[in-house]
Nanobody
Framework: QMQLVESGGGLVQAGGSLRLSCAAS????????????ISWFRQAPGKERELVVAVGWTSASTYYADSAKGRFTVSRDDARKTVNLQMNSLRPEDTAVYYC????????????WGQGTQVTVSS
């Protein structure tokens, strides 16, 4: 069993920064966290959920959506079972609920999701 909890969302002005954190807990997290790809998704009102960034078991195994490149930076700490998302130069279009999700390495399905954290960027 593994649970994911996001934190760090909030209200920020355009051009500002936020740092989101995803903390994993549970027996599976304790023993097998490094076997999981951890990703951040977001969903804005009236829009489909989109993948923002994904990080595998090494920093080289990282994917950024075009909308995140150059502005967002993901970091993973397997010892602490956390994945952080540093978001800089935020834009109003970044406003969304951000979700942390996990899938087993090599799998196509995300089976573990957090509850989400709201990010609102004002113009």
């Amino acid at each position: 069993q593994m649970q994911l909890v996001e934190s760090g969302g909030g209200l920020v002005q355009a051009g500002g920064s936020l740092r989101l954190s995803c903390a994993a807990s549970g027996r599976t997290a304790y023993n097998y966290f490094n076997n999981y790809v951890i990703s951040w998704f977001r969903q804005a009102p009236g829009k489909e959920r989109e993948l923002v960034v994904a990080v595998g078991w090494t920093s080289a195994s990282t994917y950024y959506a075009d909308s995140a490149k150059g502005r967002f930076t993901v970091s993973r700490d397997d010892a602490r079972k956390t994945v952080n998302l540093q978001m800089n130069s935020l834009r109003p279009e970044d406003t969304a609920v951000y979700y942390c999700a996990a899938k087993i390495r090599g799998s196509s399905d995300y089976t573990i999701w957090g509850q989400g954290t709201q990010v609102t960027v004002s113009s």
